[in-house]
């Protein structure tokens, strides 16, 4: 179960790298000076390809395939943006990246700018992370000052701006398109696709989309090689992840391990304290509340991002929400219907309403006023909306609740039947 | 070369597909939904809407299986591939369609009896078609109170609204009003203008005929009727010489609504309509409108006769008379044009003329460069735009600046009035009055930087500005330039091609070579030189006057034969970019009143000269008999789209002095304002928006003549003054008089003289 | 806020944008540090700063939750009430905040017009669960309803700081 910490490489250091000479000290920008001024961006890129690094936000697609879309031949300038609209509930390992070690990500995105011949980048955290975004604002000014950033950077003639943009509380910003949309000044709502960013982004230019922890992950790959990082994980899954656990553990946090050499029940037990005396395990949304919620059977399977899935759920994020046999599946589903529909954007139909009717379904269940109907027609409900929208936030919503109810239809029947009272929670306060 | 006509294209030009089974050709690059459509197979859509842009997979009413794609898709944003196998009608795709209408009817109020939408609404249709059977959804619906007034014409029902954002987009994205917008997000989201306030533009409707439920309606159609009771005719709208295309909806042969045509014309308006085009019926019912005849009693009165008896009396009038003038108005039609000359001919000394802007020698070099229409400017990449007003005259004209400049083509735009697009254009230049030659070089320089480049420019401005005219006709044909006119009046183009002089019949009052005038359509006291038509109207014995609403000149005559207006009746107008097109009665109007054709055949036979024609077809087939520029029309090649005239053989005015202004004082710069003409006037259901008639202007200019916003003054010209109140508008250039015409009888037309030429005024207390 | 002051503020960040719309999120991010929600004239102030309509920075606006359309109170208690948070007690909190600032279960601003309570999606801050923020600034976990009704008179005692960044 071995812990690395190559995107957390302030835990490594034992403290915050939050100034330039920290960061330095603790190996910083050695990636970015090897890249500008002894590489050429093709290899680079080829570093990135070959690391098999897959996308941190959710969809897990490699990364370095992904920056091969763009167009080499436009006559459009080309963008890379930073998603840092973490809001996944669940999900809280970027924000551990910004307050901690910012500069490893602008280091990142500048390398990723390299490598697509971009000179203008975008870091755009959500409103809500007003704190992490001043300390990448301050970070952002002691890298400008120390060459970092600008123009020529390094001396290699290479200039790159970075562009710290502040979200304003909207989920769906961190769908990619939406963030563009955002980005533009403009409501957070999903652009149909095609055209993908990669052709048409940010002003229509061709744009690089990446998570923080994505771009964070660039320059350890770039300074000890993609074989280093291949080295580590599954054939499929390579390198580290972070996965950030919350609900009934003992120690919430971010664990950033190996992909597939640690199991869900170490995740849980070892690295985050296991759960309450006299508890047992009941549920996980593992990757993220947008994913398919598993049980105790579920405890041994292998994080990465294969194991997870034939395991009938998805890696997602990373954001790990353990509930024991306190909760209630039932208000559990309720709380996230609730949380999707004040989330769905309202741009599409299928969406829109869907996740509305659902929620007022899930309220009458908790309420103790729906009908032994009401499942079946919830049931129908995913169908007619599922594949249907025009982004994925309809799907992310759906997931976790059908999930519930095919794991654990046993409580939606008899919450249907008497209602579910409020459990106690655990409020026990654990420190990370 | 042989002559035979082109053979088909080759189905190899087209893509082959399979739609629900069958092989079907498409032309490459199109939409399914679009595609499909042409083969005969409906996908429904809400969203969909080409006009306002491209696809936005909003509703995601359309999706479609695409056999080898993953999960459905939108037919309006997959563009046809060969060999795909579409199917828009199996298990999943029929599904698919059900579970979107269930969602969307979940909070749809059911209100459909009560509702103006009803029996023609897109949702409903749908659901007809492809829907649910029932709805499961058993929570109380979203709630909001009944319908807002978004302005005085346009009401809002959001709980009817399903988001499909045409109408926001339309604001957005064509208008460019940006008033119009989303609220709150998700289930709460909701169509609203700032803080509540009204929605006015120069184009609001337009999202009433764009709403595919009942959530937009008009206010002044609200309760009016059913879709069954109703019929719907397509015409023209005639308010302005652009020409937009339109329907008409009667019931019991009554008009109640316009609307942008269902099936947009292209190279006209696309099927969008300006407000004081939609709502400028109720003008039919005004209380100036002339129902009944009117003949001149010894009392000297006017009394209400049956036609038939006016007619008699005039047609008694014109054989007496020695020497009759007939003036042809601006919203004659060609029939009315050309039936007038006819009339003119078979009277004793009788003469014919039309009202408007004399034709001088340099217009006719402009006019005779080759035409655009206005759907041409979409494929134009620059355009120059000299002098007029055109978002307050032509106002869909501006619609497609707007379109070009969101397709980074280049717009200059000169003149001496602050148009409404220009804060938008690439280039605006402003000029003093009668001096747009000033802007001359930068036109050349836009014009000349195209590969397809379009002049537009305004008859009035260009009129009185021959070394402007001259100049830039040269610059567009060296440049290659189409052109469009922005012309003064409705049927201009029309009556010029039928030869009518302008200034002719004035002069023979004046000389007394005419005793007898009959004005068709026509009053002069409403118009360029009203001073001197009064004192010319002294002078006459007789007045017979074909009119539709009571004015200055019907209280003179002698004889008032009550007239239809457009909506009411059959008849050609040729828009001003030389288009053909054809009037069709939408409304009966009053019993007591007949269509200005059938009252001018009617004198000829009461005066023993009978026309051969009987109805306005007859009639047009002689224009095109007689007239080179409407050579082989007839009215059904020109159908409901129209279709251009020819060049028309027009003989300049005899005058090569250049206009030089009349007058000390400042320039006068004469202005309709959208709100500002005769119809907005007369109609109840824009009684909100009406503009007034008065005098603007700039701080600098209003410091110099020493007065203020809200002060009364007197304009005067050489040729006459009138009372106007004073505004101040920071918009405008310093050393102009911006007078706006306002309505009938406010008198700035006092100013001009007859042959419309430049003067300058003098403010007064 | 005057349109002079937005402008201000956006003016210098005007030239990483190749679009000037992508300058609303931002004025309308600062257009309410001063009053703590977008006024009237604020909006008046950003759409005149920008280049666009007031219906269209109106609608931005109205997008996102950080954003506020109606008077909030001086500083805005935000508990995340997501499934993390919920699981720890978020529940207790805010019915323990809503009695003690008297306002409804789901919020609202206090009587004396200092605090205005909500209730938030998923902060991101699971780890501090039950966690509570500070406007957007600060973020504070985990707690117990006591702690947290501490945490508010606190805030409520202390000054106003004269730009907040919700």
């Known amino acids: ?432 | 070369m042989s002559d035979a006509p082109a053979p088909k294209p080759p189905p190899t030009d087209l893509v082959r597909f399979t739609l629900n089974g069958r092989h079907v050709y498409a032309k490459p690059g199109s939409m399914l939904v679009d595609a499909a459509a042409e083969v005969g197979v409906e996908i429904p859509v809400f969203c969909y809407e080409p006009r306002l842009g491209g696809p936005i997979g909003a509703c995601r009413m359309c999706l479609v299986e695409v056999e080898g794609m993953r999960g459905l898709q939108t037919a309006c944003s997959t563009p046809v591939a060969p060999e795909m196998v579409v199917h828009t009608d199996n298990a999943a795709a029929k599904d698919a369609q059900d579970g979107v209408l269930e969602l969307l009817l979940a909070n749809h109020p059911l209100d459909c009896p009560v509702c103006d939408k009803g029996g023609e609404c897109p949702l409903q249709n749908h659901t007809m078609k492809f829907g649910p059977g029932r709805t499961r959804f058993v929570e109380p619906k979203r709630h909001f109170p009944k319908p807002l007034n978004l302005s005085t014409v346009v009401a809002l029902d959001r709980e009817r609204c399903i988001t499909c954002f045409r109408c926001v987009r339309f604001s957005q994205d064509v208008a460019e009003d940006g008033q119009l917008t989303f609220q709150e997000r998700g289930a709460g989201t909701e169509v609203a203008t700032f803080t509540g306030e009204p929605y006015e533009g120069r184009f609001t409707g337009n999202i009433i005929d764009l709403c595919p439920v009942g959530a937009l309606t008009s206010i002044p159609y609200r309760f009016v009727s059913r879709p069954w009771d109703i019929k719907n005719t397509p015409s023209i709208c005639g308010t302005c010489p652009a020409g937009c295309n339109v329907d008409i909806t009667q019931r019991d042969g009554e008009i109640k609504r316009v609307t942008g045509r269902a099936e947009p014309n292209y190279a006209v308006e696309e099927g969008w309509i300006c407000d004081r085009g939609r709502w400028g019926y109720p003008a039919a019912w005004s209380a100036g409108r002339i129902t009944n005849a009117l003949v001149r009693g010894e009392d000297g009165l006017l009394h209400e006769v049956p036609l038939e008896e006016a007619v008699d009396r005039a047609a008694f009038i014109l054989q007496r008379s020695a020497a009759t003038g007939v003036l042809v108005g601006t919203d004659a039609t060609v029939e009315d044009g050309h039936l007038s000359a006819k009339l003119a001919e078979a009277l004793a000394g009788g003469r014919v003329g039309r009202l408007g802007i004399p034709d001088r020698p340099h217009l006719t070099a402009l006019r005779n460069l080759p035409r655009a229409e206005l759907g041409e400017i979409d494929q134009a990449d620059v355009v120059a735009v000299v002098g007029g007003d055109l978002g307050n005259q032509h106002p869909i004209v501006e619609l497609r600046l707007r379109k070009l400049l969101r397709r980074r083509g280049t717009l200059l735009v000169a003149g001496v009035r602050p148009q409404m697009i220009a804060p938008r254009a690439t280039e605006s230049v402003r000029t003093a009055p009668g001096r747009l030659v000033d802007a001359l070089d930068a036109v050349e320089r836009v014009l000349e930087s195209g590969s397809r480049p379009i002049l537009i420019w305004d008859e009035a401005d260009l009129a009185n500005d021959d070394a402007a005219a001259a100049r830039l006709a040269a610059t567009a044909e060296a440049a290659g330039a189409r052109v469009i006119e922005l012309s003064a009046h409705v049927n201009a183009h029309g009556l010029r091609a039928l030869g009518l002089p302008t200034g002719n019949i004035l002069d023979d009052i004046e000389a007394k070579r005419v005793a007898t005038l009959l004005a068709v359509h026509a009053d002069p006291t409403e118009f360029a030189g009203s001073t001197e038509w009064d004192a010319a109207l002294d002078q006459l014995n007789d007045i017979i006057v074909v009119a539709t609403h009571r004015s200055h000149i019907t209280e003179r005559a002698d004889v008032v034969l009550p007239a239809l207006m457009k909506q009411e009746i059959e008849g050609v107008l040729v828009s001003m970019t030389g288009r053909a097109q054809r009037l069709r009665p939408g409304s009966d109007g009053p019993e007591g009143a007949a269509a200005a054709w059938e009252i001018l055949i009617g004198l000829s036979h009461r005066v023993g000269k009978p026309f051969p024609w009987r109805t306005p077809a007859q009639t047009f087939a002689s224009v095109a008999a007689g007239y080179p520029a409407f050579a082989g029309l007839t009215y059904q090649a020109i159908g409901t789209e129209g279709a251009p005239i020819g060049d028309a053989d027009v003989i300049p005015v005899d005058d090569t002095d250049p206009p030089r202004p009349l007058g000390e004082g400042l320039p006068l710069v004469l202005t309709t304002e959208i709100f500002g003409d005769a119809t907005s006037w007369r109609s109840d259901a824009l009684a909100s928006l009406r503009q007034q008639a008065g005098l603007r202007l700039s701080p600098g200019e209003a410091r110099r003549q020493t007065v203020t916003d809200g002060d009364v003054v007197v304009v005067a010209s050489p040729h006459g003054s009138c009372a106007l109140t004073v505004s101040v508008d920071e918009r405008l250039p310093d050393g102009a008089a911006f007078v706006m015409t306002g309505p009938p009888g406010a008198g700035t037309h006092a100013l001009l003289g007859a042959d419309f030429g430049p003067v300058n005024v003098r403010i007064g207390a | 806020m005057t349109a002079a002051e937005v402008r201000e503020h956006i003016d210098p960040i005007r030239h990483e944008y190749a679009d000037p719309r992508s300058l609303v999120l931002p004025a309308l991010k600062f257009a309410q540090t001063r009053d703590g929600y977008l006024s009237e004239e604020n909006l008046e102030a950003v759409a005149e700063a920008t280049g666009y309509s007031r219906a269209y920075v109106e609608s931005v606006a109205s997008f996102y939750d950080r954003l506020y359309l109606t008077p909030v109170g001086d500083r805005v208690v935000s508990v995340c009430v997501t499934l993390s948070c919920m699981l720890r007690g978020s529940d207790e909190i805010m019915a323990a905040l809503a009695e003690h600032l008297d306002v409804g279960p789901h919020g609202g601003t206090s009587p004396d017009g200092r605090i205005t309570l909500q209730e938030s999606q998923c902060l991101g801050a699971c780890d501090k669960g039950a966690c509570i923020q500070v406007d957007a600034e600060n973020t504070v976990g985990p707690l117990t309803p006591a702690e947290a009704v501490a945490l508010v008179d606190e805030l409520r005692e202390a000054e106003t700081p004269a730009e907040r960044w919700r």
């Open chain 1, 1 to 432: 179960m071995p812990v690395v910490n190559s995107v957390y490489r302030h835990r490594e250091a034992g403290s915050p790298l939050v100034t330039l000479a920290e960061y330095e000290a603790a190996g910083g920008y050695r990636a970015l000076r090897k890249a500008l001024l002894e590489m050429p961006a093709d290899d680079v890129m080829y570093q990135f390809h070959r690391s098999g690094l897959r996308g941190r936000g959710g969809a897990g697609f490699p990364m370095g395939r992904k920056a091969s879309f763009l167009p080499k031949d436009s006559p459009l300038p080309s963008y890379v943006v930073c998603n840092g609209d973490e809001s996944e509930p669940g999900t809280f390992k970027d924000r551990e990246i910004l307050e901690f070690n910012p500069f490893q990500l602008l280091e990142g995105i500048v390398l990723a700018a390299y490598a697509v011949d971009c000179h203008q980048t975008y870091i755009y955290v959500r409103g809500e992370y007003e704190h992490q975004a001043r300390v990448l604002d301050s970070a952002l000014r002691q890298a400008r000052a120390a060459g970092y950033v600008g123009d020529d950077i390094a001396g290699s003639g290479y200039a790159c701006n970075v562009t710290v943009y502040r979200g304003a509380g909207a989920y769906i910003c961190g769908e990619e398109t939406a963030l563009l949309e955002s980005l533009e000044g403009k409501r957070g709502q999903p652009r149909l696709k095609p055209p993908f960013p990669a052709v048409a982004g940010l002003y229509g230019s061709p744009t690089l989309i990446n998570n923080v922890e994505t771009l964070a992950a660039l320059p350890p790959i770039v300074d000890k090689g993609a074989d280093w990082y291949l080295s580590m994980g599954t054939e499929k899954s390579p390198g580290t992840k972070a996965f950030s656990i919350s609900g009934h553990v003992m120690r919430p946090g971010n664990y950033e391990i190996v992909l597939g050499d640690t199991t869900l029940r170490e995740l849980v037990y070892d690295l985050a304290g296991g759960l309450r005396e006299g508890r047992e395990f009941k549920a996980v949304w593992i990757g993220g509340s947008s994913t398919p919620v598993m049980g105790a059977d579920k405890l041994d399977t292998p994080l990465d991002y294969e194991a997870i899935a034939e395991a009938g759920s998805a890696l997602g994020s990373g954001g790990c929400i353990v509930m024991d046999d306190s909760g209630c599946i039932v208000r559990a589903s309720l709380r996230l219907a609730h949380f999707y529909r004040h989330e769905s954007c309202g741009k599409c139909s299928p969406c829109r309403e869907g996740t509305n009717w659902m929620e007022k379904i899930l309220q009458r269940m908790v309420d103790g006023d729906a009908r032994m109907e009401d499942l079946e027609m919830l049931e129908s409900l995913f169908g007619r909306i599922s594949g249907r929208t025009l982004c994925p936030l309809a799907d992310g919503a759906i997931a976790p609740i059908k999930s519930a109810i095919n794991l654990f239809r046993d409580d939606f029947v008899r919450v249907i039947e008497n209602g579910s009272p409020r459990p106690e929670p655990m409020l026990e306060a654990v420190g990370v």
